[in-house]
């Protein structure tokens, strides 16, 4: 595994993720052991159940540190979700990510 620098990034947000690809984009990412994620970044995951795509999306959360990510399932399927209760919910999870990134 390459040794990493500087992340471009100070967190992510994924909403309704497809599956994640290695550097080419010909091979899917496997989970990595449970010591070396590759994602170590704080990261927000904002998916469906109901979602065609959802356990690709799960794949991604799966290689994230999970100290530094969130999880938010607003159990429908492959949209963002616009009323009032989901919204709050997705603004917190991502606000925890943003506090997160800043410790």
């Known amino acids: 595994m390459k040794k990493r620098g500087m992340p471009l990034f100070q967190c992510a947000v994924f909403i309704c993720t497809g599956p994640p690809f290695e550097e080419s984009g010909l091979e899917l990412l496997q989970a990595p052991s449970e010591t070396d994620r590759l994602v170590d970044i704080p990261t927000t995951h ?21 100290e530094k990510a969130v999880l938010y399932d607003h159990g429908l399927g492959h949209k ?24």
């Open 46 to 66: 904002i998916l469906g159940k109901q979602d065609e795509l959802f356990e690709q999306g799960m794949q991604l959360y799966r290689l994230c540190d999970p």
């Open 80 to 103: 963002i979700p616009f009323d009032s209760e989901n919204t709050d919910r997705m603004v917190a999870a991502i606000e925890e990510v943003i506090r997160k990134a800043h410790v």
